[in-house]
């Protein structure tokens, strides 16, 4: 009992040294706020605007209406080009389609001489180049067809209707939202906790906390517990607020569910931090450490491209990641639906990552502080 | 020299940006493939079966275990564990040879729009393929002639591999991050630490003493930033094509205008935490989402769009994405070089600027 109200009190002193600290403060609002809502506006991986541009080199009716039949949300209003200024303009990357359309390209349609329709890519611009060309090609042929008054191609013997489940207008602003309070879930943790490991040792504080009749573990699990209930608070408020209130993302699953699944995974990105800082032996060096390590989990968690498509080797080393984890269950979770049968093994799999590292930080934590009393 | 002292960050440092560049490069890409399906054959018949075939012969798909039921289709797209599902009703078989269209169902996981919007391309394809052997073997009517042909170019990156597009990207980032977040953490601790009295004592002027902070920065950034060129070429087989010249004036320029930033960071944080995270999420979110790293800046919204072009990044971007991909000489780069000679003019002015006012 005695521990526990120690653990208790030690944690509420962590967090009283945060509310005095307001730059952070601060930065952890709009880490949930903008931060999260200004992405899942602005940037879509989806193809929503697709910039084009057209080379109308023959000014017929037919060419008006192909220009005409490349609407929005899909793509922005085609402005146009003259055949010199292609290349410029693709270099500077200003638009990710140009297309050209030959001379006398109706009266070459007209005449069954099949003309050929020229569709520059931007190749660079992975999210809409492939998805786009195709869309474009379509949009054409049947454009022409109209065109040519033909009856519509003739009924296909087998249909094929494709409905996206969970999301079925595959909107992507539900997708980046709950993607970025993941990010800044993940990065907050670390730092957090382990700059608070790294800030006691520097100043000397924890010699004040040795001479208390604690454990390490108590230290450890006051910095856990501490830490973790600002992220859970702060994380949910966001998906209440931001992600349901003004993005507007109808949240299909229990929410409760997603904040346990929350507190599991900062248990082991808590854990991941403290074991980092008794690694790091200032804070430059934990900074630097707890960034790259960061960025690993962040940018290969499934959550900016798919898992599937990595290399193998890539995909079974990130099973021991927690984030692959986190972000494939709070997905489930929150889009699909999915309850407790579904993504069990998830939520162990992160909880079992969370104790492994969790040992080996109070491993060394526990040297780290034999060290310093040794000294 | 301060940095010389601490071999263990100088290893972070410079051996950090390698380790991401190869995890990035393997592991950030747009080919999607080996999609996890099953089937929910309610047929079973030759037919149904000659239709699944062409899935589980595409490298696209990865075939799983059959589908029993409805419940079990729910469940299994549910967790996860499926990205797609085929499912072919009753009757298939019989209608097809009466000459009724039956109707194939294809549910999607919808979770992940780009990978499902990319699933959807490669099931039409697989369709229009099953169509094209049916009507070979039904001997009908050939299709008439398309009245015109639409032929894709695509330029820059004719084999359309993301590697292409990522490792220039990649560079861009990580000359960001790395320089930025050690510059702002050194200030940020002497300030912790009370050394930056010293400062105050010595005559120095404000532009030394961020110069001379910069500068160590600078100089392990130019050594990531050549270090991440020789990963490029020789490891992902990504050649610099345009103008090399371009490429390195514009990397000295943009470590510049990291580690500027990350001067201006600091100036306005009081703990080495707070300058952590304070660089890690203003940096972050514009480097990767607004840059046009993911997605092409002329599709996004009027906001990002501003944020993304006030910052180094995006510039960068270009010119890495220019030189390494497009083939671009130097001429048709100065735009970009111009821009961030500009940011990182503002950006040092801010640091200087702002550096008293934290003092009192």
Redesign the interface.
Known sequence: MDRLESIFRLGKKELASLAR?F??IG?IV??FTY?VY??A???????????VAIVDEDHSALSARLSDALLPPLF?PPRYLTHDEID?A???????FVIDIPPR?QS??LA?R??????????????????G??D??EI??EE??RF?GAPA?Q??????????????N???V??VGVANII??IT??AI??AG??V??ER?HGTIEHLLVLPLRPSDIMLAKVWANALTIVAAATLSLWLVVKGLLQVPIAGSVPLFVVDTILYLFATTSLGILLATI?????????????V???L???S?G???L????EW?QTLLQFSPTTHFF?SA??IL????GL???WTELISVAAIGAVFFAVALARFRRMISLMQGQ | MELRR?P??LA??TL?PI??MV??G???????????YATLDRDRSPESRA?LENFSSSRYFTTRAPIVDDADLE?R????EL?LVVEIPPGFGRD?QR?R??????????????????T??Y??GV?ER??QE?ALESRAAP?P??????????????A?L?V???VPGTIMLLLL??PA??TA??VV?EK??GSIVNFYVTPTTKLEFLLGKQLPYVGVALVNFVTLMALAVWLFGVPVKGSVAALVLGAVIYVFSSTAFGLMVSN???????????T??VT??PA???S?Y????????V???A?GRAFASTYFL?LS??TF??A?DFS?LT?DLAALVVITLVVTTLARAALPAQET
């Open positions: 600290d730059a952070l930065l709009y880490a931060a200004g992405p506006k602005g940037a879509r991986m989806e193809l929503r605007n697709a910039s922005l410029a693709m270099d500077a990357g200003r638009y990710t390209f070459d349609v069954g099949r003309p050929t329709v020229q569709l520059n890519v931007d190749a660079t611009a992975m999210a809409q180049a492939g998805r060309s195709g474009i090609s054409f042929t022409i067809a040519l191609a009924a296909p013997s087998v249909r094929l209707v494709t409905r996206a489940k969970f999301n079925a595959l909107s992507d539900w997708f990010n800044n990065l907050l730092i957090l700059a608070a790294v800030r520097e790091a032996r200032s804070m430059p060096q934990f900074g630097l450490l707890a960034f790259i960061y960025l690993v962040n940018m290969l499934g900016v491209t798919p599937d498509s990595m290399p890539l494939n997905l489930a889009y699909r639906g999915a049968d579904s993504v | 601490d263990i960050r972070f440092a950090g380790i991401l995890v990035f393997f592991g950030i890409t747009f080919d999607v493939e080996r999609l996890t239709y469940k797209l549910r967790s996860g990205r097809l000459g269209s039956p109707e194939v169902a294809v549910w999607l996981d919808g979770a992940f729009p780009f990978r499902a919007e990319t959807q391309g099931v039409e369709h099953f169509l049916l299709e002639p398309a009245p015109a042909d639409i032929q894709a170019r695509f330029r820059y990156n004719q359309f993301s292409y597009a990522i991050f790395m977040i050690m953490l050194a601790r912790e630490l306005f944080v009081r703990t080495q935490i707070a300058a952590i995270f304070a890690a999420i972050t979110i990767i989402q607004y046009g993911l997605l092409p800046v002329s599709s996004m919204s906001d990002a769009q944020i270009h994405l220019g991909t497009k671009l048709s735009f």
